[in-house]
């Protein structure tokens, strides 16, 4: 079930890359930034998360946090140096997709091959492809994955649910900081 601004954001516990267990209504009180990304291979989502990473002090001194969520397993994640230099943005293998469901994250085929007819797909593909990204594939990963981004507020509120129209489709940067109450 997709899920809407004004909704409570759905708890749940879970096990981050680095084994230590967080649990999102432990972040009361902060502002967060619930992203939902494709696998470990995923130039898109990776290029995604080189620009947040960018982001993250500015974030965080003014009560933002953010956790991040792939469809790959920990193991994939662990192995990736570049997944590794995102810490200490907690990041989540979900193969199970458990917590996708939950945020009714979506995959649809038609999607995700509507991305490469999108002005600026191929060069955003380029420069993801240029980060330092695993080698080895996740065979497991689905493909169809469609990014979902959710802010929610210091009491758990839902604010922006952003369901992606293609694979390259996030929140904007610029609600993001405004989010955070900083200028853009």
């Known amino acids: 079930m997709k899920r809407k601004a004004g909704q409570e954001a759905p708890d749940f516990t879970v096990t981050v890359i680095n084994n ?3 649990t999102l209504s432990d972040y ?3 502002k967060v930034l619930l992203g939902f990304f494709r696998n470990v291979n995923c130039p898109f989502c990776n290029l995604r998360v080189h620009e947040l990473t960018k982001l993250r002090e500015r974030l965080e001194a003014n009560n933002l946090k953010m956790i991040l969520f792939f469809e790959s397993s920990a193991k994939h994640l662990q192995r990736s140096s570049f997944h590794q230099e995102v810490s200490p943005i907690p990041l989540i293998g979900d193969p199970e997709k ?5 945020y009714g994250v979506e995959a649809s085929l038609l999607k995700m091959a509507s991305t490469f007819f999108k002005a600026g797909a191929m060069e955003d593909m380029k420069r993801g492809k240029a980060l330092p990204l695993p080698t080895e594939k996740d065979k497991d990963a689905t493909q169809s994955l469609i990014p979902a981004d959710f802010l929610i507020d210091e009491k758990g509120i839902i604010v922006s649910a952003h369901y992606g129209s293609d694979m390259r489709d996030h929140i904007s ?4 900081m405004e989010f955070a109450g900083l200028r853009y």
Do not use: A, D, P
Not at 98 to 102: E, F, Q, R
């Open 20 to 22: 230590h267990s967080i």
């Open 28 to 30: 009361r009180g902060s």
């Open 98 to 102: 458990k917590i996708y469901t939950l």
């Open 173 to 176: 940067i610029k609600e993001i």
